[in-house]
């Protein structure tokens, strides 16, 4: 645990039931806090942790979107009497289970339509201390994942001196379908983006109910990887998330190319009512959730994501970044440096003849450009180089123009870091610093994981002391941001902000400092592809 975080929680003792303390607060007598918090809607009572920190699990922030209420906005959850058991998980949002053994392999979990619940974490000692707030967005491409992941636990952050919040979101079809009789029935004229909806509803409860549980509404960071990443993209991007926060760090993900439009979203929405055999919406939302899955299987259009429905998004992402109508706020991003290892490499080898075609048929005129900057000489460095590009046009490109865009329109600052420890295992070779490697840093929860943690497959790492040393260093920088919008701190290398002249990226790695130039020429590519797809858009 770091020696510089600024504020820990003593042990359990304070929560002791025979305690009747008060804790002098700028002159007024305040109790300390326990395990039970007064929310807008009713009582919670939570855990009390071993470190002194106060777990909240399970705690509603809209109703369930079920029935009626599937494929609507997130509605207003319904008051309580009495105190609210807080001290398990919900269900996960309904979502497939991946397959047995594949990299990600979650196993088997709860799942639900009725998920719209949050979790926090808190190391306040009493309501009044005003801590910064993290909010994290799990990633699974937006149609697996939960805030109940353990590598998301936030005992540790909290014990440096946060409050953490984890949320569910809707997933997949029950959080992205669109739809035009879904349109027509909403006042907005849009369907789909029910997922960023309820995230933004998420943000609200914070902002009515974070400062019960000690924390600082006024000092939100939203942070995420990978879908997650996406989201707070997603979320700087829209007017609708406006105020509601105020610092993001993105970890491997932006939305930088352009969106799928209401009206082909609509389409596919048609589609599948049809596979459904439903003829209106009643029909439906009487369908179960599993004969919904069944029908989306092999949809070929869009995926589920985010859509252009210009009303959560009235222009694209990089549209609103580009004209500075963004959320104006202080940034982090960044990405991995073998992000495709664990996505794009397991997928079947390729000939150089057909990279090339792949390239040909993927960017048009820019297709030469992209093998002179991804070459392949024979057959198995065409199969590296394709996933390369891939990766980097998934996530080294959005990033860096993420940063780029915000450092030209934004007047909050942004900086850029690139991770690049391996995760010591038998599999470090082959995976290198792999997609999400990055998260059980971040959150410092190495103890988590390996011999010592909880058996979780292929992340079985055997942590050394330098990996322990980069936990701790992280861990600071994002809980420093969090506080002031500045991650630099005593002890700490320092971070510049991101100039896109120097292209100044911090490495975290076996070392941490500044390297400059990071994959430019293959980026640069990237920035003319897009530079002329939009132009042609």
């Known amino acids: 645990m770091s020696t510089k975080a600024t504020t820990r929680r003593a042990g359990g003792a304070i929560l002791g039931a025979g305690l009747a303390m008060t804790l002098a607060c700028g002159g007024e007598q305040v109790e300390p806090l326990t395990t039970t918090v007064n929310t807008h809607l009713g009582a919670v009572e939570g855990l009390a942790l071993d470190s002194g920190v106060l777990k909240f699990a399970g705690i509603p922030f809209a109703a369930p979107p079920v029935g009626d209420l599937r494929w609507r906005p997130p509605q207003p959850a319904g008051a309580w009497e009495g105190s609210r058991d807080a001290t398990r998980f919900s269900a996960s949002c309904w979502q497939p289970l991946s397959p047995p053994g594949s990299f990600y392999d979650s196993g088997e979990i709860e ?110 960071t939203i942070f995420g990887e990978s879908a997650g990443s996406w989201s707070v993209n997603y979320l700087t991007a829209t007017p609708l998330a406006a105020g509601l926060f105020h610092r993001a760090i993105g970890h491997s993900g932006g939305i930088f190319w352009p969106m799928p439009r209401l009206g082909d979203a609509e389409s596919e929405g048609a589609r599948i009512a049809e596979r459904l055999g439903a003829g209106d919406l009643e029909a439906m939302r009487a369908a179960t959730v599993e004969e919904v899955y069944e029908a989306t299987s092999g949809s070929e259009a869009l995926g589920f994501v985010g859509v252009n429905d210009g009303h959560v998004f009235p222009r694209d992402v990089y549209d609103l970044f580009a004209t500075g109508d963004q959320n104006d706020v202080d940034t982090i991003v960044g990405f991995n440096s073998d992000e495709g290892t664990a996505l794009f490499a397991g997928a079947p080898g390729t000939t150089v003849a057909a990279y090339r075609q792949s390239l040909a048929d993927t960017y048009g005129a820019h297709a030469d450009a992209m093998f002179a900057v991804y070459p392949a000489e024979n057959d198995e460095q065409a199969h590296v180089a394709a996933y390369e590009n891939t990766a980097d046009n998934f996530f080294a490109w959005q990033m860096r ?21 391996v995760p010591p295992w038998d599999q470090a070779e082959t995976y290198g610093s792999y997609h999400a490697a990055e998260i059980v840093y971040a959150f410092d929860n190495l103890h988590r994981t390996g011999e010592a943690g909880e058996d979780i497959g292929p992340f079985n790492h055997a942590w050394d002391e330098t990996d322990r040393a980069l936990a701790d260093t ?59 797809l939009r132009g042609n858009g």
């Open 474 to 532: 992280m861990a600071d920088y994002w809980v420093n941001f969090a506080a002031t919008g500045d991650p630099n701190g005593d002890g700490l290398p320092d971070w510049p902000v991101y100039d896109p002249d120097a292209d100044g990226v911090l490495e975290l790695g076996d070392k941490i400092g500044v390297i400059q130039g990071l994959l430019k020429d293959r980026l640069d590519t990237f920035d003319a592809y897009y530079e002329d």
């Open 111 to 220: 799942r639900s339509e009725d998920c719209l619940y949050l979790n926090v974490w808190t190391g306040a000692e009493h309501a009044e201390a005003a801590l910064p707030v993290m909010v994290w967005i799990h990633g699974g491409g937006l149609q697996t994942g939960s805030g109940s992941t353990f590598l998301y636990d936030g005992e540790s952050l909290a014990n440096r001196g946060v409050v953490l919040v984890t949320i569910n979101y809707r997933l997949g079809p029950m959080g992205f379908l669109a739809h035009a009789e879904l349109s027509a029935e909403d006042e907005s004229r849009a369907s789909g983006n029910y997922g960023i909806l309820d995230q933004i509803a998420a943000l609200e409860w914070v902002q009515a109910n974070i400062a019960a549980f000690g924390g600082d509404p006024g000092r939100v």
């Open 401 to 421: 123009t993420w940063a780029r865009t915000q450092s030209s329109t934004g007047s909050k600052p942004v900086r850029m870091y690139y991770f690049s420890r």
